[in-house]
């Protein structure tokens, strides 16, 4: 069964960078779309960034020149790198594997 766990949230100033890693166990990971998705309070899941099987990303509008998708399929890894992060950024972050397994997220708070 496959399993995604995230790391790499914390509480940052505007401005900021953090780096998402996502590990991902069991099942084959290289043929599969990954993705990063946040929801803040009171708000829907989005998308913020996907990568496919073959390396092609796509970005939220919002997030799109400071934000960076990657994966290393040897290591069974996604990473989603925030740069200059906004208090807008602020929500628990989500890993998708084929849009269907989720992980059970990290909170990113942006604040001073």
């Known amino acids: 069964q496959v399993q995604l766990v995230e790391s790499g949230g914390g509480l940052v100033q505007p401005g900021g960078s953090l780096r998402l890693s996502c590990a991902a166990s069991?099942?084959?990971?290289?043929?599969?779309?990954m993705g990063w998705y946040r929801q803040a309070p009171g708000k829907q899941r989005e998308m913020v960034a996907t990568?496919?099987?073959?390396?092609?990303?796509t970005y939220a509008d919002s997030v799109k020149g400071r934000f960076t998708i990657s994966r290393e399929n040897a290591k069974k890894m996604v990473y989603l790198q925030m740069d200059r992060l906004k208090p807008e950024d602020t929500a628990v972050y989500y890993c998708?594997?084929?849009?269907?397994?989720w992980g059970q997220g990290t909170q990113v708070t942006v604040s001073s």
């Open positions: 998708n594997q084929g849009g269907t397994r």
């Open positions: 069991g099942g084959i990971f290289s043929v599969y779309m």
């Open positions: 990568i496919t099987n073959i390396g092609r990303t």
